[in-house]
């Protein structure tokens, strides 16, 4: 039998599980089916935020593990969450010890450990030279230091199963690699349009890619024919963008939409709000991507938002003046009629919907409107004053949240019980630890390193 670790993906998790492995022993390759030095991936173009729930990972773990639970309540999709808040901190002091380079980027305590030099606040993509390719860059040096491999073009298709154990991957070029252990860590399914129709969206051709786009699901297809539980199927990480981000790269993946619409209301075409805007912007672009036409809402609001929250540069790249700058359209009418023929909706209904809202704040009761609107995570406020203002969004889908079962040891999981032997996933082809009912949005990076560290700390037998 080989003695080599196979990792199916050289992003964050997969990079970060072959350099823990390589420093605990164990002989490591990496298949990377990009075949650029500086292939594209989620983890290079991230914003290289490390967080927990929005939470500094040095913080107390027992409050941190609180912040998490609040959001992702009690379900199978997430029951493995609490193990970051556990991680968090170790992972990001390892992750240092591998020689990336933080900063404190803002003042909200999120921003604590921002991959240094961070993006610019501009609109668009901006990633080369900045702290999550550095950070790849290092652990890809690293690797090659430590007599792993990573080879570029390669793509995994399909595992060798023997006697119920996994042994190793055949490439779609056909190629068999042997292995005492696989690692799939390829990064989701988010552009496989099928596997989207299949679990997220009836039209995925309606979603914008809000990442590389480089992640079709193949490591979740295996495991799945390798005999893997699934679990979270049905949520993404991904946020609110103007339409016009389709035609103009200029905005995507930045600026988002979600605080302005967090602050007001989304309507659909009957002019209708259509679901809870107050749990935040993951969560309405899973619900815009479930529409039956997932093109079909509106965020409207009014100048005081788009003066107020819109402007505010404490959230980078912030919406005014950013969004007008790099192409965006935002539509205004001195009051809702003319905001409603500009959009398409009809005018009595869209006056209706702003009414109630604005009814419903004044009387401290927006808990009670339909469908009801929380207030713990964002504040309503009323749409009163003109010019009244509409931009169309869309659902960008970064990564999809759920995925491969595992244990707290990344040890892929049967549907009929136990363990795959010699099969492990690490990162967004994992399922467990994000989404569930709120859609909750734990934290991509730091899912990407704890598991990809655990993974190769179980293989290794040291286990934490
Ligand atoms: C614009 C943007 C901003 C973000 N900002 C943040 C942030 O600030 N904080 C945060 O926590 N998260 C952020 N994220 C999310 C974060 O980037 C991801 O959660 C994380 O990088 C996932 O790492 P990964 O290694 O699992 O996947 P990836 O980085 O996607 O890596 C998977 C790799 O597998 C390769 N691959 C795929 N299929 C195969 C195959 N069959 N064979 C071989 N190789 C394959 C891919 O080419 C890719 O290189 C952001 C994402 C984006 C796009």
Redesign the pocket.
């Known amino acids: 039998m080989s003695d080599q670790v196979i990792i ?9 599980a072959a350099n823990r492995a390589l420093g605990l022993g164990l002989k490591v390759t990496v ?4 075949s650029d030095a500086d ?13 927990v729930a929005f939470r500094d990972v040095t913080k107390d773990v027992e409050d941190i593990r609180g912040t998490v639970s609040g959001q992702t309540g009690e379900n199978d999709a997430t029951a493995h969450a609490g193990l970051l808040a556990e991680e968090g901190a170790r992972a990001l002091a390892w992750i240092r010890e591998e020689g990336a380079k933080f900063i404190k980027g803002g003042q909200f305590e999120f921003m604590r450990w ?1 991959m240094a030099p961070p993006r610019r606040r501009t609109a668009g ?1 901006d990633w080369k030279g900045r702290g ?1 390719d550095v950070t790849l860059r290092r652990l890809t040096a690293n690797l090659e230091e430590r007599g792993g491999t990573l080879r570029r073009g ?4 399909e595992l060798i199963i023997e006697d119920g154990k996994v042994t190793g991957v055949i ?2 070029a056909g190629e068999r690699i042997a292995a005492h252990a696989v690692v799939i ?4 399914f988010q552009a496989n349009p099928d596997l989207v129709r299949k679990y997220i969206s009836p039209l995925p051709e309606k979603l914008i890619q ?3 786009g ?3 699901g ?2 979740m297809l295996m495991a799945e024919a390798a005999g893997a539980a699934l679990v979270g199927m049905d949520r993404f ?1 991904g946020h609110l963008l103007g339409q016009q981000a389709f035609e103009n790269d200029q905005l995507w ?2 600026p988002i939409i979600d605080p302005i619409a967090q602050a007001s209301i989304l309507v659909d075409k009957s002019g209708s709000r259509f679901t809870d805007e107050g749990l935040g912007g993951v969560y309405m672009a899973n619900e815009v991507a479930k529409l039956d036409d997932p093109l079909a809402a509106t965020a409207i609001f009014d100048e005081a938002v788009w003066t107020g929250i819109a402007a505010d540069n404490r959230y980078p790249p912030c919406m005014n003046p950013v969004f007008e700058q790099a192409g965006g359209t935002v539509l205004q009418a001195p009051d809702l009629a003319g905001l409603a023929a500009q959009i398409g909706v009809p005018a009595d209904a869209l006056d209706r919907t702003v009414n109630e809202y604005n009814a419903a704040i004044t009387s401290g009761a927006v808990s009670s409107l339909s469908p009801a609107r929380s207030t713990h995570r964002a504040e309503a406020q009323p749409i009163t004053t003109g010019p009244f203002r509409a931009i169309p969004v869309c659902a960008g889908i ?2 999809t949240m759920g995925g491969i079962a595992i244990d707290r040891d990344g040890k892929a999981q049967h549907r009929d019980g136990g363990a795959i032997a010699g099969l492990y996933a ?4 994992t399922g467990g630890f994000e989404g569930g009912p709120n859609a909750a949005y734990i ?6 390193i704890v598991t ?1 560290m655990r993974a190769a700390e179980s293989i290794a037998g040291k286990s934490e």
């Open positions: 199916i993906g050289g992003g964050l998790a997969g990079l970060s298949l990377e089916q990009g292939y594209f991936c989620n983890s290079r173009i991230a914003g290289g935020i490390v967080h921002i993509l999550p390669v793509r995994g298709k490439t779609d860590a390829d990064g989701g809000r990442g590389a480089t992640g079709f193949a490591g990480y993946p930045y970064t990564y690490a990162g967004s082809s934290g991509g990076l730091s899912k990407a990809g």
